[in-house]
């Protein structure tokens, strides 16, 4: 078979699907995968032992001519099935004049006719993590495509990257002045799509002063992080490497890769690095961890408890107390007994 999978649309999304296209692949391990997605998706899968190819795609804002062309740009592979993990209207009405004769999604944005098999929505889906959103829908794909029920594992969320990556992303580091002889440790400040997530530039300037006895440092983001990174700097006596826009996604997964530790917001780059086997420290302040935070082993969450998070804003109304209340003393001492253990 020829199995399409529509990917997720933002980062942190993709790297939640990663348990639902391992069990997928376990399912069909001779049949081909292929990822339909964005163009920064192969920075992110390109080592991916799961799928066999990445189509990409870079849409505008819902230009039906780009509807068309994608359509019939898919229709000519002639694909038997299609999975879409995004739940837009958008997405069911390019596969289906796409004609790929399965086409499996939840049943949202009134797009069930569509689709030749909608899902329902799960009635617990806000209250399990992310992961389980997509495992489930490839757990009835596989049912509605084959038969046959499926049984899950724990899950997956590794993400590979080749030795050649990380000894490139550690010349790229080291030709930016970083000092690779002692514990290299990120920094995610940003947060593109809410100013509520963001621990404030005050709290990781002070930080970075009570690192950098310790490691060497350095800011990751993308370019509109790049803002914020120079506040970071400017604030703190640290030394800090400011790495923010000068890497595409590819070389900033090898980055995270090649890191000994992360200390991040709740944004993309945090699931990538606790999904490349980076140990991670994720802020949560308005965000709920139980549902979105890195499902990894390598991650752990930072919180304060306050009576109104989580509120799920992207500006605080009020004085952001859940983020205020996290001190940098605080995270200070996990870093440090981390790399303590890990000397």
């Not at 505008?60 to 995004?86: G, H, M, Q």
């Not at 440092?217 to 914020?228: P, Q, R």
Request: charged share 25%; with cysteine; proline share 5%.
């Amino acid at each position: 078979m020829k199995i399409l999978v529509r990917s997720a649309n933002w980062i942190g999304d993709a790297v939640m699907s990663v348990p639902a296209l391992r069990e997928l692949r376990r399912a069909f391990p001779s049949d081909q995968i292929t990822l339909h997605s964005r163009s920064w998706a192969d920075g992110l899968f390109r080592d991916a032992d799961f799928i066999d190819e990445i189509v990409t795609y870079d849409p505008a804002k819902w230009r039906i001519r780009d509807i068309f062309d994608n359509s019939k740009f898919l229709k000519e592979d002639a694909y038997d099935a299609v999975i879409l993990f995004p739940n837009s209207f958008e997405s069911a009405l390019t596969v289906a004049l796409s004609r790929i004769p399965i086409r499996i999604g939840y049943n949202k944005d009134a797009r069930g006719l569509l689709l030749t098999a909608p899902i329902a929505v799960p009635e617990w889906k806000d209250r399990a993590h992310e992961s389980f959103y997509y495992l489930e829908l490839v757990k009835e794909s596989i049912k509605r495509i084959t038969g046959r029920e499926s049984t899950f594992g724990e899950p997956d969320s590794t993400l590979n990257v080749s030795d050649q990556r990380i000894a490139e992303a550690r010349q790229f580091m080291a030709s930016e002045g970083v000092d690779l002889s002692r514990p290299v440790i990120a920094l995610g400040v940003g947060s593109q799509n809410s100013l509520a997530k963001r621990w404030p530039a005050e709290s990781y300037a002070r930080l970075a002063e009570m690192l950098d006895d310790h490691a060497s440092l350095v800011i990751l983001g993308s370019k509109a992080e790049s803002a914020t990174a120079a506040k970071v700097v400017g604030l703190s006596k640290a030394k800090l490497i400011d790495l923010s826009g000068k890497t595409e996604l590819a070389s900033a997964v090898a980055v995270l890769a090649a890191c000994d530790a992360m200390i991040s917001n709740d944004m993309g780059l945090a699931h990538v690095a606790s999904a490349v086997g980076t140990r991670t420290f994720v802020i949560f302040g308005p965000t709920n961890p139980a549902t979105t935070r890195p499902f990894s082993p390598n991650a752990e969450v930072i919180s304060h408890p306050v009576d109104c998070s989580p509120c799920m804003l992207r500006e605080c109304p009020i004085d952001h107390r859940c983020m205020t209340g996290i001190t940098s003393e605080f995270i200070f001492e996990r870093i440090l007994n981390y790399l303590t253990l890990h000397d």
